[in-house]
């Protein structure tokens, strides 16, 4: 298994541009998540999903859109970047999620940077 | 309003010594806590957890101590080795699931050889 795989591992965008950071995992998990990560601070949680089609607002929501159309795949896009969104991406997994404390598996980020 | 908080952004130990990484929360309707270790470059990966019912969990080298009068709960590494060297987050979920983790901001640990 590759566990949870993101796209780019680097970016750099200019203010006004959009992207898509791509996220899959292959362990046929229901629950995923995207975090952020500003330096110096913890992750803080900007989507999630509780299954195909069923996607939540996170703390940190605004700016950002996602779907969820297969269990594989959570796509976070970044509509009109601005340099606030400079930040480290990580996607996430669980198995079940409700009612269950199960792990959450983590990819290995994107780093995005908004000049 | 951050409701983990690491107080402490380093720590430096001595391979074979004690590491001991502390996490304080505010929210008395915590049940679980969890630690996540995280190498640069790479995602966190989860080390170990503990539910408010025990005061104490263990996995080999790592313990985790949980006092709950004292909203404090702490990560002892004995011994620690250089490869322990690394981010670890404090984190505990929002709720009775786990999907909404709040996370401390983390505690940069050196092990020196």
């Known amino acids: 298994n590759a566990g949870v795989t993101q796209t780019p591992k680097f970016r750099i965008l200019k203010i006004g541009q959009s992207m898509t950071l791509q996220c899959t995992q292959d362990?046929?998990?229901?629950?995923m998540y995207w975090y952020r990560q500003d330096p110096g601070m913890g992750l803080k949680l900007i989507y999630y999903?509780?299954?195909?089609?069923?996607?939540d607002k996170g703390e940190v929501p605004n700016g950002y859109n996602v779907s969820r159309s297969t269990t594989e795949d959570f796509p976070l896009r970044l509509e009109l970047a601005a340099p606030s969104q400079t930040s480290v991406y990580f996607c996430?997994?669980?198995?079940?999620?409700?009612?269950?404390?199960?792990?959450?598996?983590f990819g290995p980020g994107t780093r995005l940077t908004v000049l | 309003d951050q409701q983990v908080k690491q107080n402490s952004p380093s720590l430096s130990v001595q391979e074979g010594r004690i590491s001991i990484l502390n996490c304080d929360y505010t929210?008395?309707?915590?049940?679980?806590f969890l630690w996540y270790k995280k190498y640069p470059a790479e995602g966190p990966t989860f080390l170990i957890s503990?539910?408010?019912?025990?005061d104490k969990n263990e996995d080999g080298r790592f313990t985790v101590f949980l006092n709950k009068s004292a909203k404090h709960l702490s990560l002892h590494i004995v011994p620690s080795q250089p490869g322990d060297s690394a981010v670890y987050f404090c984190?505990?979920?929002?709720?009775?699931?786990?999907?909404?983790?709040?996370f401390g901001k983390g505690t940069l640990l050196t092990v020196n050889p």
């Open positions: 996430a997994s669980s198995p079940q999620g409700a009612g269950r404390r199960d792990t959450q598996y």
């Open positions: 362990m046929n998990h229901n629950y």
């Open positions: 999903s509780v299954g195909a089609g069923i996607t």
């Open positions: 929210n008395s309707m915590f049940d679980y």
């Open positions: 503990i539910s408010s019912i025990k």
């Open positions: 984190a505990a979920p929002l709720g009775v699931s786990n999907y909404k983790l709040t």
